[in-house]
């Protein structure tokens, strides 16, 4: 499936331990992430070694790696209630009962893989926030932003270059123009700051920026 830029898009889908599909819950992209954030921590416990100033680091446990990432999902010229596909999203992090016997216990949310190309993370859903930013007349969200965290809980495979669409480099996100959208406000979703408009009109080489058309597509740059 492709992006409304009609890129190859990422997907986030029910999965094995191994990173195999489900085939329970899928959600492509409908925007392929902009960046993507990989963290770990490992413990250590401080430890006072011969009165010296420096403690001693005592090695206790390894983290998992975290993965996090912002996504835009948006409905409007599907004239659909953007939630529809956001739900599904949600159901990664629902958990379910079972009946053995006289027990009723508790069935954790299942496994999930984030693949874009080469890139597959496999884990489990610990955070996710959803954000609603565009309605139509009669109130049902069109565009949505989503929030979400994935913790690994499988051995890594090697990530290699973290550009998927283009092999190293800044990414570049495609957005497309609907509605009464303008630069600045344009500006304000993707940077969190109106005042960055310009960049998006020179990299797009807009001279009057009032003059946008519902359906454009606008390269946006990676912040310096």
């Not at 070694?49 to 420096?54: D, F, I, L, R, T």
């Not at 953007?82 to 006289?102: A, C, F, I, P, Y």
């Not at 926030?129 to 499988?154: C, E, H, M, S, Y």
């Amino acid at each position: 499936m492709e992006t409304r830029g009609n890129l190859q898009a990422a997907r986030i889908y029910a999965s094995t331990e191994k990173g195999g599909e489900l085939g329970t819950v899928s959600v492509s992209c409908h925007f392929n992430p902009f960046e993507y954030t990989i963290a770990k921590t490992n413990s250590y416990k401080e430890e006072a070694k011969n009165k010296s100033e420096v403690p001693h680091a005592e090695f206790q446990k390894a983290g998992a790696q975290k993965l996090k990432m912002s996504l835009i999902f948006d409905t409007y010229e599907d004239k659909k209630d953007v939630s529809k596909v956001t739900n599904d999203l949600w159901k990664l992090m629902e958990t379910k009962t079972r009946q053995e016997g006289d027990e009723t216990k508790k069935v954790p949310p299942p496994h999930v893989t984030f693949e874009w190309k080469g890139f597959k993370f496999v884990s489990v859903v610990t955070n996710m926030t959803q954000k609603f930013t565009l309605f139509d007349k009669n109130g049902t969200p069109v565009r949505a932003k989503v929030d979400i965290t994935f913790l690994q809980d499988t051995h890594p495979e090697k990530h290699g270059k973290q550009n998927p669409t283009s092999g190293g480099g800044p990414i570049e996100r495609v957005y497309k123009v609907v509605g009464s959208d303008r630069l600045d406000t344009i500006s304000a979703e993707v940077y969190g700051d109106a005042t960055k408009w310009r960049t998006i009109a020179e990299r797009n080489g807009i001279t009057n920026p009032l003059q946008l058309t519902s359906g454009m597509l606008l390269a946006i740059p990676q912040e310096n």
